[in-house]
């Protein structure tokens, strides 16, 4: 089979190309993002391999299913970005859902353990020679009580090292799993000192960390958000961090990413307003959607995302990863 690969970088190749050739699938590498700018890119090709910021609207599907395309891959455990409904009858879809939870999940932490010590800063002090300490002390995790929005693999992962420090996990899911200690989001809101979202971006969770959700907040909370940009209400973010109700937050992942992220622009000015203002922020850190970044999580993407084309080549598609609509 012929599989058209969007949105690629250098870090992709090798370990598609390790499970591609000898499984006899042809691949062909684009640079730009899939959207309906791009999306004659595809004619000629069985497949397309999409990310997280690759656009799969309806037109888009459309367009694909005109130029014989049969399968989507996408190579993450998302699938906001594609139009699943007007994929029905057109287009199978497959996801990665578990390329690696402790990815993820340690990254958060670090995120975390960054943000409150103030690590960046003090690295930034040293390499200038300079050894003050002031305005770099933090608070002690133990005996903290994290919130953690999303309970599936990564959100138990961070659980976890979350309980290795010495921290009171709370724990709020539509699907629970033993173990945790569940409470109802506002109860979550008013007791978490510390806030972590590991769940989908789906319309009933579209900008769940809102104006409404922050005031119920602790005062000086910290916000984490390694999973998608959208599940924060940005401008609510900055009043709630300007207002000094929020007390840092960590994101991984940011609304309008789209744009910007995977890109460099150290050598010209960004247009995105609310993402220049929390870059400038003290008391937030952001990272450009890497939390996934690991040489064990992009060998288990390369591994699924080929395996489900070859098993859908074989027509032996596996259940498991396939993303169907659901009303």
Known sequence: MKLAFFDTKSYDIPGFDRYAIPAGVEVKYFEPNLDEDTVSLAAGFDAVCVFVNDTVSEAVVNALYELGVKVI????????????????????VFRVPAYSPHAVAEHAMALLLTINRRIHKAYIRTREFNFSLQGL????????????????????????????????????????????????????????DIISLHCPLTEETHHMIGADSIARMKKGVTIINTSRGALVDTEALINGIKEKKVGAACLDVYEEEGEVFYEDFSGHIVQDDKLVRLIAMPNVIVTSHQAFLTTEALDNIAATSVDNLVRFRNGTPNEATEVLYQK
Not at 78 to 86: E, H, K, Y
């Open 137 to 192: 002390a933090g608070f002690d995790l133990y005996g903290k009580t994290v919130g953690i929005i999303g309970t599936g693999k990564i959100g138990r992962v961070f659980a976890d090292i979350c309980k290795g420090f010495g921290m009171k996990v709370l724990a709020y899911d539509k699907f629970p799993s033993p173990g945790l200690d569940y409470v109802e989001l506002p109860e979550l809101f008013e007791r978490s």
């Open 73 to 92: 891959l996408l190579r993450c455990a998302g699938f906001n970005n594609v139009d699943i409904r007007a994929c029905q009858g057109k287009l199978r």
